[in-house]
């Protein structure tokens, strides 16, 4: 079993800061790529942004700019700075992760339980 356990959520003001965790556990052989989806009320999950094993990262055009992921890979755990937050960030933020358990499978998604950000203007 793979399981995901974020931190970091919470409500701020407009323009202020907040800054997620996410660390992946259990049987792991590598994490391929680490990311962060959100989904407000009544839309559907979109990508935040994501980050391969690598470094390489990729941002949702709305987040460009604000926030920056990084990851320690030693530590299977990525971030998510978020700066100028705004209103119509607010949504529950959800972890991924593609995760090989061993060398020989496939790799496969992991989901984290969610972490609610409430940005009030």
């Known amino acids: 079993q793979v399981q995901l356990v974020e931190s970091g959520g919470g409500l701020v003001q407009a323009g202020g800061s907040l800054r997620l965790s996410c660390t992946a556990s259990?049987?792991?052989?590598?994490?391929?790529?680490m990311g962060w989806y959100r989904q407000a009320p009544g839309k559907q999950r979109e990508l935040v942004a994501h980050?391969?094993?690598?470094?390489?990262?990729n941002y949702a055009d709305s987040v460009k700019g604000r926030f920056t992921i990084s990851r320690d890979n030693a530590k299977n755990t990525v971030y998510l700075q978020m700066n100028i937050l705004k209103p119509e960030d607010t949504a529950i933020y959800y972890c991924?992760?593609?995760?090989?358990?061993?060398?020989?499978?496939?790799?496969?998604?992991?989901w984290g339980q969610g972490t609610q950000v409430t940005v009030s203007s």
């Open positions: 991924n992760a593609r995760v090989r358990r061993v060398s020989y499978r496939p790799a496969f998604d992991s």
């Open positions: 980050i391969t094993s690598g470094g390489s990262t």
């Open positions: 259990g049987t792991i052989f590598s994490v391929e790529i």
